[in-house]
């Protein structure tokens, strides 16, 4: 079975400091990841996705995240942080079940951005 | 705006009552899943309707069922409630049903069970 980890539960950060969110997976197949970002009282929305196109993706509100086959990961990172950027991320897998495929997600990790 | 509507936004009942919620997809998506975020057990599967016909079941009770209509609009119907079904409910929707499309996630249903 496929599933994410995400360490950390909240992460905290200063304004213009590294964004570091964790995420490491289990998978027995190569997976397809995703992060999504859930802002308060709100739906979820995609930052960015892997598909075996590039090991580096480059997603939206200038986060990127590489996915490493040897240390099992797909950390998120973003140069400076925004206060903007404060919210909660989750890390998800592709998971097939049945001829489907549906989002396994992590725990996830809120972000507090320190100004 | 993801183009995915939920209605309605806050819903408030009592125990042992039945909820429906209804779910609008993107313009063009054939795939509708429902997922349930709780504190306790995070954001989980719920159900997968692609085109009219249920595609796959997570962790969905026996109590709850949902049914996807020819305009493929979507709605999960929740029965008996308890006071731990008391969650987020979000509908998502894709174009078809490949490990690597985005769903698109509406703006949820907060069910409160009193």
């Known amino acids: 079975a496929q599933s994410v980890t995400q360490l950390g539960s909240h992460v905290s950060v200063s304004e213009g400091a590294l964004v570091l969110l964790r995420c490491n997976y289990s998978?027995?197949?190569?997976?397809?990841l995703f992060w999504y970002v859930q802002y308060p009282n709100q739906g979820l929305q995609l930052l960015l996705k892997y598909t075996s196109a590039a090991t580096l993706v480059k997603g939206i509100n200038g986060f990127e995240a590489e996915f490493k086959k040897s240390e099992t990961s797909f950390h998120l990172t973003k140069p400076s942080a925004h206060m903007s950027d404060a919210a909660e991320y989750f890390c998800a897998v592709s998971l097939s079940g049945a001829g489907s495929y549906q989002l396994t997600f992590g725990k996830g990790t809120k972000l507090s951005v320190i100004p | 705006d993801s183009g995915v509507t939920q209605t309605p936004k806050h819903l408030i009942t009592a125990t042992g009552q039945r909820v429906t919620l209804r779910c609008s997809p993107r313009s063009g998506d054939l795939s509708v899943y429902w997922y349930q975020q709780s504190l306790d057990q995070g954001l989980q599967f719920l159900i997968q309707y692609y085109n009219g016909e249920e595609r796959a079941k997570g962790n969905i009770l026996e109590r709850f069922s949902a049914q996807q209509f020819p305009d493929l609009h979507s709605e999960l119907n929740l029965s008996s409630l308890e006071l731990g079904d008391s969650a987020l409910y979000f509908c998502a929707s894709s174009v078809v049903d490949r490990p690597t499309d985005t769903q698109y996630f509406g703006p949820g249903t907060r069910l409160t069970v009193l």
């Open positions: 998978s027995s197949v190569p997976p397809y």
